[in-house]
């Protein structure tokens, strides 16, 4: 099986032979099926992949655990995945600065249970499950814990990549630094493997909170919603997550408290007073946050935080008028909105989002397509309106990968 002047043998020769192979349909990527699969075992084997599929002029799209490979447009075609399992060590970790080192291949489970043993983690949370840190930081993944912590981008202080043409590029380390104007950290932070293959990553650690409390609100509607979430983040009680579930009947703010024992009564009770107008109030042992179950069709909706009860009215009232079941779960207190519909067809699936992005686009915010049938993708067009950002984005694409080989297509306007 060839593709132009790209050999199985080739891939072989640089990984070894069992580390290379031709794909299945199980490869496949929103249905466009590569012709073969290689896992690297090191930098420079990533490097010469690189050189090889860029003189062949085949499209590489790099791979964790597949995770995230729902994320973004269909790509134009991708003829060489590049699986990062093999890389998965943990190259450095310094408790006493609180500072790690990691091949992107790491899992972040494992990473997190490792890190325990010193006190410390790596204060993201994304919801899938075995997901490694390439992965993390090429989809820039979060969780409820964004709150406090922030996201990955603002956890990364160092990266090492490998670009189209097998060019390795580094930036950062124990600090935080710029190489010839780019910070790379933050570029590829998100970039969904669309400007080159994530290799390492350096990360600022934290301590692991000794105790943990949830307490949780059952709202009557939007608005008590709103005012929870509201009443909790302005508050001085530094909640780690004010989570959002609207599902069904079941309608409710929860918020997650860490402290030391001598400390979390103290914000328990501040949270419970607070809480108490809009609501039946429960507390819980650990963290007891709502999950969201992966759906086939699923919208990130992002608006600013004081538009959290317009955010659920609006999906709300749009799926009923359609006839679409829908359930919300979100970062309340961050802006973010994960929308699970079903029911429908297509074109109201289509009207649904079009409407909803109408309706950002007067108020702030956006929404975003993250998973979804490849003819929905297609219809939907899956991140919407770019707007004055997407010339930026285009030109920064084309400087680090001329030839758009590097998951042609995935990112924003079709990139």
Do not use: C
């Not at 020769?13 to 699969?37: C, K, L, Y």
Request: charged share 25%; no cysteine; net charge negative.
């Amino acid at each position: 099986m060839q593709t132009r002047d790209l050999s199985l043998e080739q891939l072989q020769n640089v990984v070894g032979g069992e580390h290379a192979r031709e794909a299945t349909r199980q490869d496949a990527v929103d249905g466009v099926v590569p012709s073969f699969v290689a896992r690297p075992g090191s930098v420079e084997e990533i490097s010469e992949l690189m050189r090889l599929a860029s003189g062949a002029g085949a499209a590489v799209v790099p791979r964790g655990a597949g995770t995230k490979m729902h994320l973004g447009n269909p790509p134009h075609r991708a003829e060489v995945i590049v699986d990062m399992t093999r890389m998965d060590r943990v190259l450095e970790h310094a408790a006493a600065d609180q500072v790690l080192r990691v091949q992107a291949g790491v899992k972040l489970d494992e990473l997190q249970e490792e890190l325990a043993a010193s006190n410390q983690m790596l204060a993201i949370d994304p919801p899938e499950r075995g997901a490694t840190i390439g992965g993390v930081v090429a989809a820039n993944a979060s969780g409820p814990l964004r709150l406090r912590y922030g996201t990955i981008r603002d956890l990364i202080i160092g990266i090492r990549v490998v670009l189209s043409d097998g060019t390795v590029a580094k930036a950062g380390g124990k600090v935080v630094k710029n190489v010839a104007g780019y910070d790379l950290s933050k570029l590829f932070t998100g970039s969904l493997g669309t400007l080159g293959v994530i290799a390492e990553a350096n990360f600022r650690l934290h301590p692991i909170p000794e105790v943990a409390r949830t307490v949780t609100v059952a709202v009557e509607d939007a608005g008590g919603a709103a005012g929870a979430a509201r009443a909790v983040a302005r508050s001085q009680i530094v909640p780690s997550a004010v989570e959002l579930l609207w599902d069904g009947d079941r309608r409710e703010i929860s918020v997650l408290l860490e402290s030391i024992p001598g400390g979390i009564g103290a914000k328990v009770e501040t949270a419970r007073f607070l809480l108490r107008p809009f609501g039946e109030v429960r507390e819980e042992e650990g963290r007891v946050l709502p999950e969201m179950e992966p759906a086939e069709v699923e919208l990130k909706v992002n608006a600013p935080p004081a538009e959290l009860s317009g955010v659920i009215e609006s999906v709300t009232g749009a799926a009923e008028r359609r006839g679409l079941e829908v359930s919300l779960r979100g970062h309340a207190a961050s802006g973010v909105t994960f929308a699970a519909v079903s029911g429908g067809g297509e074109e109201d699936i289509s009207d649904l989002i079009a409407e909803l992005r109408e309706i950002r686009s007067r108020r702030g915010g956006s929404v975003v397509l993250t998973r979804a049938p490849v003819g929905l993708k297609r219809r939907a067009e899956v991140w919407g309106y770019a707007g004055d950002a997407f010339e930026l984005m285009r030109r920064v694409k084309e400087k680090f990968d001329p030839p758009g080989t590097m998951s042609p297509g995935r990112f924003v306007g079709g990139i």
